[in-house]
């Protein structure tokens, strides 16, 4: 009986890995793998993969996209964690969920809508950059949009709840008696934050890092929107060559590559902070 | 003269429109184990966190070793502090937890482990310097956290009920270790709990705290022989309390009458008149048992209603035959009365002088 209910439950989500995420992956893996050598005659190597060495533009939008994902990861932990501390440990009980409830609200609209919202803001005709006309920081109206760094604030933007969440909860099983007990013992400030909070945050950091991270790299929305045509963000890339170019083999082989790369650099990662995967998961 | 290591003048602390101390005065003596013992929320863990520089007064001077704590946070005092719930940092091994308190002070790593390894051997745990926080047992855990604030050093140690959390054999069993290990160190030891079987057993002062002031300050015997106020007599050890007015005096002695009609000569410190209305304490062992073939006319006849055994503390409830008066008694340790059960009756007289009138 027991077996039959769990079978039953695991229906829906087997159904939804299956069909959803591995089918489209299976044939996006067999389509990387074969080059159309002329109208209806395929044949199967490992080419799309190699121009990915060969033509610096792949590989040098794919290091650009990395280091960017990876500052704008940083950005967000360096902004989130004080975020974090502030709804648990100060606000506490009401207050907590006001400011938590904050953070959400953005988030209930579609993201489409909300970097739309940004470029409203930002254009050279838009409300910031009139703004400083009219108080008189700058003689012309500015365009704030289509740089790195807006790109990199609309990265922090959206990626800042999927850093919050997994912070909040690592930072309120920090048990006060320990801050407390820390300072007792004669720990400054600085020395609390280094020895105690954040080694009893790591794993919620390190879940927090991953999926902001992980979100970042596969971003397509934002740095096309908030970045312009110069974005050469690695998405981009992808997009083009399946809609553009319409060539689905390279589109399919850079797919993977990223899956790929992006794992290896979270394994990297995990490895050098000595955290295992699964621990992080779970305890965050 | 003895060198005062803590002093608090006229201390007040107030949440909100409640004060949780309210104008304490306390001198301890460089070397004491005092212990400050109340119920819960008489506010002796409010005052504690106050010497620790946790929460500031609202008024009133706290002086650590001869200089003022006004202005000087938590993490400047010489005062360290055992935790209720010990607050070992669970990302540190055992020697790492005892040597935070040296790190943070700039002691080199080399120095750092001799001090810690060599106060671990002291409180009895040689060799688990690289163990886990979690790999210990209770009492393990217990000493680390002593060993963690001793090795500072301190003027002061603060000891918030640490052996709340032990089971009652470890409980003994720490109890005596605590004791040793404060002698030997000499370091002032201020343990709050409100356990008074703890308090009376290590300390060499008691504060009896209740509704953030201290009912008391006296040794152990002071505290259980001659009990100053009402509550105190009640707190500290087991006691009879009755309601009762006075109706004679005999030279040192008064006789008070319990308002159940029950008679008998006590003894008080307050100079009373016939007639006023006192709580009269009579301890479980200051009644005597006599068996009925043996007692003469006078004394007063009881029933017994239970028998509560208990080992060496074994009690019987009796009532008093003629005014209804019930008592707790307890039973000589000899075993001369293992025999009585409920619903015998018994003799008893009270012995004056280990009774008290407030």
Redesign the interface.
């Known amino acids: 009986m027991r077996k039959l209910t769990l079978t039953v439950l695991l229906i829906p989500p087997i159904l939804w890995l299956g069909l959803l995420i591995v089918l489209p992956h299976v044939q996006l893996l067999a389509l990387s793998l074969r080059e159309r050598m002329e109208v209806g005659v395929y044949a199967y190597n490992l080419n799309q993969y190699k121009s990915f060495f060969t033509e610096t533009v792949f590989l040098e939008t794919f290091i650009r996209t990395a280091i960017m994902s990876a500052l704008a990861t940083a950005l967000t932990l360096v902004i989130a964690l004080p975020m974090a501390w502030i709804i648990v440990k100060i606000a506490k009980g009401r207050g907590a969920s006001t400011l938590f409830v904050m953070c959400l609200l953005p988030f209930w609209i579609s993201e489409t809508i909300r970097t739309l919202g940004w470029m409203i803001l930002l254009r050279e005709s838009g409300v910031i950059p009139q703004f400083l006309v009219a108080i008189g920081v700058t003689a012309q109206p500015i365009e704030l949009l289509y740089h790195d760094a807006t790109i990199m604030m609309g990265l922090v933007y959206t990626s800042m709840l999927f850093m919050l969440v997994p912070l909040i909860n690592a930072i309120e099983t920090l ?1 006060n ?2 801050i ?9 400030n600085a ?1 609390i934050i280094r ?2 909070v954040l ?2 945050a790591l794993p919620g950091i390190t879940a927090g890092c991953i999926i902001v991270f992980m979100l970042c790299l596969g971003n397509y929305l934002t740095p096309t929107l908030l970045g312009g045509t110069h974005s050469q963000w690695f998405t981009e890339q992808i997009y083009n060559q399946f809609i553009t170019r319409f060539n689905w083999e390279q589109g399919s082989a850079l797919g993977f590559l990223l899956l790929l790369l992006s794992t290896l650099m979270i394994a990297i990662a995990l490895r050098l902070s000595g955290q295992r995967f699964t621990d992080v998961m779970r305890r965050a | 003269m003895h060198t005062l290591d803590l002093e608090t003048h006229q201390l007040v602390k107030r949440f909100g429109s409640h004060a949780a101390v309210q104008g304490v005065d306390l001198s301890i003596e460089r070397g004491q184990f005092f212990s400050i013992l109340g119920p819960s929320g008489c506010g002796k863990t409010t005052l504690l966190r106050l010497i ?1 520089g ?1 929460i500031q007064p609202d008024e009133g001077r706290l002086i650590i070793g001869g200089k003022d704590m006004r202005g000087i ?4 005092r010489p005062a ?2 055992v ?3 010990l ?1 070992l ?4 091994n055992v020697g790492e937890n005892v040597a ?2 040296l790190a ?2 700039g002691i080199s790593k080399k120095e750092r482990v001799a001090k810690a390894e060599a106060m671990l051997a002291r409180v009895g745990l040689p060799n688990v310097f690289s163990k886990g926080v979690d790999q210990l047992s209770g009492g393990q855990r217990q000493r680390v956290a002593i060993a ?2 001793l090795v ?1 050093e301190p003027t002061l140690l603060l000891l918030d009920e640490p052996l709340g959390a032990l089971d009652i054999k470890l409980r003994e069993h720490m109890k005596v270790e605590l004791k040793k290990l404060q002698s030997e160190l000499g370091t002032t030891f201020i343990y709050i709990t409100h356990d008074q079987s703890e308090a009376l057993v290590l300390s060499d002062q008691v504060g009896v705290m209740n509704q953030g002031q201290f009912e008391q300050i006296g040794t152990p015997q002071q505290l259980y022989y001659s009990p100053a106020t009402p509550f105190v007599a009640g707190f500290v050890g087991s006691n009879n309390r009755f309601e009762a007015r006075v109706s004679g005096r005999r030279d040192s002695l008064v006789t008070v009458s319990t308002s159940e009609g029950f008679r008998f000569d006590s003894v008080s410190p307050k100079n009373l008149h016939v007639g006023a209305a006192v709580e009269a304490f009579v301890r479980p062992e200051a009644i005597q048992l006599i068996r009925a073939t043996a007692a003469t006319e006078h004394s007063p006849r009881a029933k017994i209603l239970s028998v509560l055994f208990d080992g060496a503390n074994s009690t019987i409830l009796v009532k008093e035959l003629q005014t209804g008066l019930e008592l707790r008694v307890a039973l000589p340790q000899t075993g001369v009365f293992a025999d009585l059960k409920a619903g015998d009756v018994i003799c008893f007289s009270i012995d004056p002088l280990q009774t008290i009138c407030l």
């Open positions: 048990d008696s320990l407390e007990a820390a300072y007792n013992l004669g720990a400054n020395a020895t105690i080694p009893h | 620790a946790f946070g938590p993490n400047q360290t502090m935790f209720q719930q607050a940092f669970p990302m540190m935070y308190g943070r002070r963690r604030s500072l």
